[in-house]
């Protein structure tokens, strides 16, 4: 596609809950990146995808969050027995793996109610 | 991975030039200098990435030293809707990029 896509654009669920979030990246783009970003706050890395390589999963802040990428292109965040901290928007961005940059998409706002 | 530091914020006017710098004391050899932009409501938007000496393009431009330790951001006249935060990064293009907290520039009428 032209850009990169997210869905859902928002997503309220009760605490405890399981959630899966969507990216869809630009074709032929080999890297897949998610971040979390809290209100006011700066990007925090959580997993990075490249090609066929073992994903970076340092950014991760604990076992209730995990991610696949199917074949080489989807990518699904899934964030089981959601707490309230998780409430924030989570990005997601592709790239060709070198230059020029990063693509982002619009981000899913997660509230844990 | 280099850490960068960077003004948290800076106020300017419509039509005034902003420079934001950007320290990176630590940087590697192979690594690029690239600046984002994220307005409300959005993911970041990529601005311009460079090594070493000037880069330009149609938003901006960036300067970088010969020692690669800083880097500054160059915006020609800006407008209300430049008010944004801008994000340096310093890192290897085929790497993760760890974002800092940006810079939040407000461009006044």
């Known amino acids: 596609g032209a850009g990169v896509s997210q869905s859902p654009s928002n997503k309220v669920t009760e605490k405890g809950k399981d959630v899966e979030l969507r990216c869809d990246p630009i074709?032929?783009?080999?890297?897949l990146y998610w971040y979390r970003q809290s209100l006011g706050q700066g990007l925090e890395f959580l997993i990075y995808f490249q090609g066929n390589s073992a994903p970076d999963k340092s950014g991760l802040p604990s076992d209730r969050f995990s991610a696949e990428r199917t074949g080489g292109s989807v990518s699904t965040l899934t964030i089981q027995r959601t707490q309230q901290e998780d409430s924030a928007v989570y990005l997601c961005?592709?790239?060709?793996?070198?230059?020029?940059?990063?693509?982002f998409g619009s981000g899913t706002r997660l509230t844990v109610v | 991975l280099a850490k960068t530091t960077q003004p948290i914020s800076m106020d300017s006017y419509e039509g005034q030039e902003v420079n934001i710098t950007c320290s990176h004391n630590?940087?590697?050899?192979?690594?690029?200098i690239t600046w984002y932009q994220q307005f409300p409501s959005q993911g970041p938007r990529f601005i311009i990435q460079?090594?070493?000496t000037k880069v330009t393009n149609e938003v901006a431009s960036l300067f970088i030293p010969a020692d690669r330790k800083s880097s500054t951001l160059s915006l020609p006249r800006v407008s209300l809707s430049d008010t944004a935060v801008y994000y340096c990064?310093?890192?290897?293009?085929?790497?993760?990029?760890?974002f800092g907290t940006g810079t939040r520039l407000q461009v006044f009428p």
């Open positions: 990064l310093v890192g290897d293009p085929g790497d993760k990029l760890i």
């Open positions: 074709s032929g783009h080999t890297a």
């Open positions: 630590n940087i590697a050899t192979n690594d690029y």
């Open positions: 460079g090594y070493k």
């Open positions: 961005a592709s790239s060709l793996g070198s230059l020029p940059g990063y693509t």
